[in-house]
């Protein structure tokens, strides 16, 4: 009976149904178990979700709201300072208690991961340092419960866990310090240094093992019994947040390295795969969301910033094995459907994508869901250059969605104008330029939008540019947002044409030479793309480039990346340098600078 069940398979039952587009049935679930410390974890991770796909302020809000809260309950049942109250006062619940707060350790860890990630989406300066400092006491519980667990399995059942390689979760790490009420300072209120919070004193350790030994606190092997198969689905649980920590961790931008290392970590991304493959197979409620995380990266992350072809191919293979695994208890979920779709638009495959697409918003019962099927819809009609579907699509996303309406109206703008919609085209310039003078928000997209409204009619008289004029601003989106190389062969030629044919109407200086090398690229003509990129760099220098930077660093990159291929790879490697040392403060920076550093790591090894 259902009664009976422990309350994380009553959780996971909910997630399962709410993944499988009954959410009002999963919140019916839920209801018969109130006051559920696994209930209010799993609506955490839903609220999360629904966040991440809509990045509306008011879904981010809600889900951080939830996460502190649960934060909180986590830190008041785990503190030291209860584990010495129920000692002291001879608790008999102690001895059962020690599953239970190793589970309210990981949900705390994840709490402050999955906050630290909806802090990022806000693409704020400050939101750097305060996410970085979450994923900093993520991490320091993720380690300390780890090796908690660790050695619980070691002794339940006399070996290591089984598929799972725990060595890199703390590897270089053992001997740092921890305790829940440490990691839940901030870096306003701490008044630690920075050796210090890298490495505590012995003394501090000493301390506290004192406190813990004169109140008897120190937990036996007796006491710290948990049940075996508790034992595995919690080593599960915890691989579930560790693996999502690694991955955001490693996908930083290089800025933002030497932040992460004082902060005292640095990411894994093969550890973080491994951890999240570890927890799918396991009978935690966790294991779907692990699913959903690792075809996540694979559909989404890895092809914004992986920097060839071949990498995107083999995560497009990972996703579609994922899928196949999956489709007997998901094969209808809106969700599922959605990450199809990302696989079949990779693989150049626009019909079968768009059919996925629109399956899914007819299947969904959530908005969220279906707003962002209907953003991944608009896309593809811009992939395949048809304008006036891309143009309605994204008229219904700047009127449906809250998310950076700006963007939408901008993209939406752009093609009209494609199409010689003068009326449409001023009309929204208009709107984007109310929009922007009432936001005061500083994101990346923020800026994006600001540089480009210059571009958007002449500034002399509000007139607007020819059709080939705003086609070319299409195609920088397309190149920008990495869904050229989803486009079959003849779109890019019509592209190539376009670029080459455009004369003064070309938006930005060098652009379309940047737009022709990106096109010969993915016809894998590269000889032809350095020819492109090269003339987009003799454009551009010198009495050009103190404008519109993005062009010059990523034709930088683009030529380095080029020449390393036809086996050039000093010369590739001091044009990925160039890029990487002399530009700042330009669209996209945050996403060329990883791609970059991944190209670097790569060379150098080959060249060595």
């Not at 799993?42 to 951080?64: G, I, S």
């Not at 210059?454 to 086609?471: A, G, I, M």
Request: hydrophobic content about 35%; glycine content about 4%; proline content about 2%.
């Amino acid at each position: 009976m259902a009664s009976s069940e422990p309350d994380w398979c009553f959780a996971k039952k909910g997630l399962k149904l709410f993944l499988n587009n009954k959410p009002d049935e999963a919140e019916i679930l839920f209801a018969q178990r109130p006051d559920s410390f696994h209930i209010k974890t799993a609506r955490c991770y839903m609220l999360f979700m629904n966040a991440l796909m809509t990045f509306e302020n008011d879904k981010l809000e809600e889900a951080v709201k939830l996460l502190n809260e649960t934060e909180r309950e986590c830190v008041d049942d785990v503190g030291w300072f209860k584990t010495v109250k129920n000692r002291v006062f001879n608790n008999d619940k102690l001895h059962d208690d020690y599953g239970k707060k190793l589970e309210n350790q990981i949900v705390l860890a994840d709490t402050q991961v999955c906050a630290a990630m909806l802090v990022f989406l806000q693409q704020e300066v400050s939101s750097y340092v305060r996410g970085g400092w979450m994923m900093r006491k993520a991490w320091k519980i993720y380690q300390q419960t780890y090796l908690q667990l660790f050695q619980l399995y070691k002794r339940t059942f006399g070996i290591n866990p089984s598929g799972f390689n725990g060595d890199f979760m703390f590897n270089k790490y053992k001997n740092s310090n921890w305790s829940i009420d440490s990691c839940n300072s901030t870096p306003s209120t701490s008044t630690t240094t920075a050796s210090t919070i890298l490495s505590k004193t012995s003394s501090i350790k000493n301390s506290l093992s004192m406190i813990f030994s004169l109140t008897n606190t120190t937990n036996s092997k007796e006491e710290n019994f948990v049940e075996p198969a508790e034992v595995v689905r919690l080593m599960s649980a915890v691989s579930f947040g560790y693996g999502i920590f690694q991955l955001c961790v490693s996908l930083v931008p290089q800025s933002l390295l030497k932040v992460i290392h004082f902060l005292g970590f640095e990411g894994d991304r093969r550890a973080g795969l491994t951890a999240l493959m570890y927890a799918r197979l396991s009978e935690d409620m966790r294991a779907p969301l692990a699913t959903l995380s690792l075809l996540c990266y694979h559909t989404i992350i890895r092809p914004f910033c992986s920097f060839n072809e071949s990498n995107i191919k083999c995560g497009v293979d990972a996703a579609k094995q994922l899928l196949n695994e999956c489709q007997d208890e998901y094969h209808d979920s809106a969700l599922f459907l959605f990450f199809t779709g990302r696989a079949e638009r990779l693989k150049s495959n626009i019909n079968a994508a768009l059919e996925m697409y629109n399956h899914a918003m007819n299947v969904s019962t959530q908005r969220e869901i279906r707003l962002l099927c209907l953003h991944e819809v608009a896309w593809c009609h811009v992939i395949c250059l048809n304008y006036t579907e891309s143009y309605n699509a994204f008229s219904r996303l700047q009127n449906e969605s809250r998310w950076c309406e700006s963007v939408y109206a901008y993209i939406a703008c752009v093609c009209a104008g494609s199409i010689g919609k003068i009326d449409v085209t001023l009309k929204l310039y208009s709107y984007i330029k109310t929009m922007i003078s009432v936001n005061s928000k500083n994101t990346q997209l923020d800026t994006f939008i600001l540089r480009r409204l210059t571009k958007l009619v002449k500034p002399h008289n509000n007139d607007v540019y020819s059709c080939v004029y705003y086609k070319i601003l299409v195609y920088e989106l397309l190149y920008l947002w990495n869904a050229m190389s989803s486009c079959a062969d003849d779109c890019l030629q019509n592209i190539i044409t376009e670029c080459n044919n455009c004369g003064n109407d070309e938006p930005m200086v060098g652009l379309a030479s940047l737009i022709s090398g990106a096109c010969y690229t993915y016809l894998n003509d590269n000889i032809t793309s350095i020819k492109c990129f090269k003339n987009c760099l003799n454009k551009r220098i010198p009495s050009n480039d103190h404008d519109d930077q993005h062009v010059s660093t990523f034709a930088l990159y683009e030529l380095g990346n080029n020449l390393c291929k036809i086996n050039k790879i000093d010369e590739g490697k001091a044009s990925l340098v160039k890029a990487q040392s002399q530009y700042t403060n330009y669209d996209f920076e945050s996403r060329l600078s990883v791609k970059i550093h991944s190209a670097l790591k790569i060379y150098n090894t080959q060249n060595l």
